[in-house]
């Protein structure tokens, strides 16, 4: 079993005997420790004072055979103690460690000070929080019942969570939460309706922010149309048993834009603009990388929609002789050699076609900086690469309507 210790603070006020209770086992103590010994069964309390009239409470203990350490803190009048009680309360338990936090006697700033650093050792020092537990008032049948606050604990998961999946496209967190909480209620088995679509859901928008961030729209808007699908359901369950999670909602609403089913056999405008809605998607979320490194596949698509070659559009050799058809063009611009492809002579036709080269150009310039991680001579800033990334939407929208129009444009004829 492993070791448990108790972090609990100690106050001037008299003694009076009083029968504590943890769920249905109850025992009569004037010292409120004495009787988390025995209920909860800490190896150790390590007993926090800030007056000497209360230091007598450590030797009450000692005589009744309870191991019992000696903290002083500060009274907290001031901030500088604030951060000396908040420094003493993280430093006092060791990694890895299971603790149990009694405030009973914590007055004024203490129970604030131990729940920022139950949720710091937590969150950081991987501290396994038993409990963050107090006394109240005797109750009308006269027992004193321990109350355990550390649920409440949970809200800040929830906080990171939220604002995981809104700010940085992480949906990770938010799938453990959703998917340990329709756990808990189906073990439970309290709850005649518990939720059944919580995990999936979750498990969508997991899937929607790994393909975002790994630049895969197919997948993305595939994941993004089974997330909007299912949304109103989702609501129900969401309101009834994660109200903080309603915000996350709200924001996965917008991506009905970027929702639709896959199309493997033939790209259409439609699908085609849902992808550089993507490449929006991922620049508002300060995914440069992603957002480059898809806008040069777009490019290439929305050529193959021009030169109606789009049918096979994710066949990789005719993809990459596409590729090689606008470097070409870059080549000619600059008056040098190159080794035309079976689309060279039709891109040249173009009356656009320079615009389009130019377009190509910087995009590819811009994505293979970004994808030689900063390993050669140029002396490119990380400000100046974040603004051409920013602004590299316009070039992209602009390729779309030359070809989109150059193309409707022959079908008129």
């Known amino acids: 079993m492993n070791q448990m210790r108790c972090i609990s603070f100690a106050g001037p006020g008299l003694l009076e005997k009083r029968r504590?209770?943890?769920d249905t086992t109850c025992m009569e103590s004037d010292l409120v420790q004495e009787a988390i010994f025995h209920l909860y069964h800490p190896n150790e309390i390590i007993l926090c004072l800030s007056e000497p009239a209360a230091a007598h409470i450590a030797s009450s203990l000692e005589s009744r055979?309870?191991?019992?350490?000696?903290?002083?803190?500060?009274?907290?009048?001031?901030?500088?103690?604030?951060?000396?009680?908040?420094?003493?309360?993280?430093?006092l338990p060791l990694d890895h460690e299971e603790i149990l936090f009694d405030i009973t006697a914590g007055c004024h700033s203490l129970p604030f000070m131990t729940f920022l650093a139950a949720s710091y050792l937590h969150s950081v020092r991987h501290v396994t929080i038993h409990g963050v537990i107090y006394a109240p008032a005797i109750g009308?049948?006269?027992?004193?019942?321990?109350?355990?606050?550390?649920?409440l604990m949970d809200i800040l998961d929830w906080i990171a969570g939220v604002r995981s999946v809104t700010h940085y496209v992480d949906a990770e967190p938010i799938y453990n939460l959703l998917n340990h909480l329709q756990g808990n209620i189906h073990r439970s088995g309290e709850e005649q309706n518990p939720p059944v679509r919580l995990t999936g859901w979750a498990s969508l928008l997991w899937q929607f922010s790994d393909a975002v961030r790994l630049a895969r729209p197919v997948d993305?808007?595939?994941?993004?149309?089974?997330?909007?699908?299912?949304?109103d359901e989702v609501n129900e369950e969401l309101v009834r048993y994660a109200p903080s999670l309603v915000p996350?909602?709200?924001?996965t609403r917008e991506l009905a834009d970027l929702a639709a089913e896959p199309e493997p056999d033939h790209c259409s405008?439609?699908?085609i603009q849902k992808q550089i809605r993507v490449i929006s998607f991922q620049l508002d979320k300060g995914l440069y990388l992603q957002a480059v490194t898809l806008a040069r596949?777009?490019?290439?698509?929305?050529?193959?929609?021009?030169?109606?070659?789009?049918a096979?559009?994710?066949?990789?050799?005719?993809?990459?002789?596409?590729?090689?058809?606008?470097?070409?063009?870059?080549?000619d611009l600059q008056q040098k050699s190159y080794d035309k492809t079976q689309y060279s002579d039709d891109l040249i036709l173009y009356p656009d076609w320079k615009e389009l080269v130019r377009i190509w150009i910087r995009v590819s310039d811009l994505r293979n900086n970004l994808a030689h991680c900063g390993m050669n001579q140029r002396d490119d800033s990380i400000r100046s690469i974040r603004k051409r990334s920013s602004d590299i939407l316009p070039d992209i929208e602009r390729f779309m309507v030359l070809c989109l129009s150059g193309k409707n444009n022959i079908e008129n004829i």
């Open 297 to 310: 596949e777009v490019l290439i698509t929305l050529l193959m929609i021009r030169m109606n070659v789009n």
């Open 269 to 271: 405008e439609e699908y």
């Open 312 to 331: 096979n559009w994710l066949d990789a050799d005719i993809r990459h002789q596409v590729s090689r058809t606008l470097t070409g063009g870059a080549l």
């Open 220 to 231: 993305a808007m595939y994941a993004a149309s089974g997330i909007v699908r299912d949304m």
């Open 65 to 91: 055979n309870i191991p019992v350490n000696k903290v002083w803190i500060p009274c907290g009048t001031d901030e500088d103690q604030l951060w000396e009680i908040f420094s003493i309360l993280c430093t």
């Open 140 to 151: 009308d049948d006269g027992f004193c019942r321990f109350v355990d606050l550390k649920p």
């Open 248 to 251: 996350v909602l709200g924001a």
């Open 20 to 22: 504590y209770c943890r």
